[in-house]
């Protein structure tokens, strides 16, 4: 009996060791698993789904120097929306955001990302290879032209200006003069339904949050235009 308990009593020790470390060790994989969702929704906006400027900026650095030549950059600004707005109600225009972060995402596929900047302002980067980029700008511009549904089954007009910045254009995978020259390609075209591509004149525009630098009449940035 004795000879028993000298046998078994190490083992029950070191039971008592490790079911002692577990709880602390449990406790703090909750932890950890709840920050991480934590994090994770941070980087996600509520209203879209979309990643926030932090999310896509690290998502749209790693596409660009990734890919290269074969990046695309693109930024987008809902029309009047602050009309829709006005006009309508906030819900309306929740709902058109939702709807353009839906057609975004799909658009961009599983070779890009989206990501909304702010207000009704959305960046994209993706990879498409210059003899498709004409072609899925045109695509991308008849999407988001598309009337969007409401809950009540009426149906709400919208627009979206598209200004679109390639690294082999323009000599840089750098994603902030990329953007940079979206944005101004985008101011190019505004209004008109047709994207632009950047040229290297674009890149010479200052350019703060999608809003030109110093521009009679423009918004304050994540401001509905």
Same mark, same amino acid.
């Given at each position: 009996?004795t000879?028993?308990?000298? @046998? !078994?009593?190490?083992?029950?020790?070191?039971?008592?060791?490790?079911?002692?470390?577990?709880? /602390?060790?449990?406790?703090?994989t @909750?932890?950890?698993?709840?920050?991480?969702?934590?994090?994770?929704?941070?980087?996600?906006? /509520?209203?879209?789904?979309?990643?926030?400027?932090?999310?896509?900026?690290?998502?749209?650095?790693?596409?660009?120097?990734?890919?290269?030549?074969?990046?695309?950059? @693109?930024?987008?600004?809902?029309? !009047?929306?602050?009309?829709?707005?006005?006009? !309508? $109600?906030?819900?309306?225009?929740?709902?058109?955001?939702?709807?353009?972060?839906?057609?975004?995402t799909?658009?961009?596929?599983?070779?890009?990302?989206?990501?909304?900047?702010?207000?009704?302002?959305?960046?994209?980067?993706?990879?498409?290879?210059?003899?498709?980029?004409?072609?899925?700008?045109?695509?991308?511009?008849?999407?988001?032209?598309?009337p969007?549904?409401?809950?009540?089954?009426?149906?709400?007009?919208?627009?979206?200006?598209?200004?679109?910045?390639?690294?082999?254009?323009?000599?840089?995978?750098?994603?902030?003069?990329?953007?940079?020259?979206?944005?101004?390609?985008?101011?190019?075209?505004?209004?008109?339904?047709?994207?632009?591509?950047?040229?290297?004149?674009?890149?010479?525009?200052?350019? @703060?949050? $999608?809003?030109?630098? $110093?521009?009679?009449?423009?918004?304050?940035?994540?401001a509905?235009?």
């Amino acid at each position: 009996m004795t000879s028993t308990v000298r @046998v !078994h009593a190490p083992s029950a020790n070191r039971a008592l060791i490790l079911t002692s470390l577990a709880v /602390p060790l449990t406790g703090w994989t @909750v932890h950890a698993v709840s920050l991480h969702r934590k994090l994770a929704a941070a980087r996600r906006d /509520p209203l879209t789904g979309l990643l926030t400027r932090d999310g896509y900026t690290a998502k749209a650095r790693q596409i660009t120097g990734r890919y290269g030549d074969h990046a695309l950059v @693109v930024i987008v600004d809902l029309d !009047h929306f602050k009309q829709i707005n006005d006009g !309508h $109600g906030h819900a309306v225009g929740d709902r058109v955001l939702a709807v353009t972060a839906q057609r975004l995402t799909a658009w961009a596929g599983s070779r890009g990302t989206a990501g909304r900047l702010g207000g009704d302002e959305f960046a994209v980067a993706v990879r498409i290879g210059a003899g498709r980029r004409d072609l899925r700008l045109a695509q991308l511009a008849t999407l988001l032209a598309q009337p969007v549904q409401l809950d009540d089954g009426a149906w709400a007009d919208v627009a979206a200006s598209i200004g679109a910045a390639s690294p082999d254009i323009l000599g840089t995978t750098d994603l902030s003069a990329l953007q940079r020259a979206a944005d101004a390609a985008m101011y190019a075209g505004k209004h008109t339904r047709r994207p632009v591509l950047a040229d290297r004149s674009h890149a010479t525009v200052p350019s @703060v949050n $999608g809003r030109r630098a $110093g521009r009679p009449g423009t918004s304050a940035p994540g401001a509905a235009a």
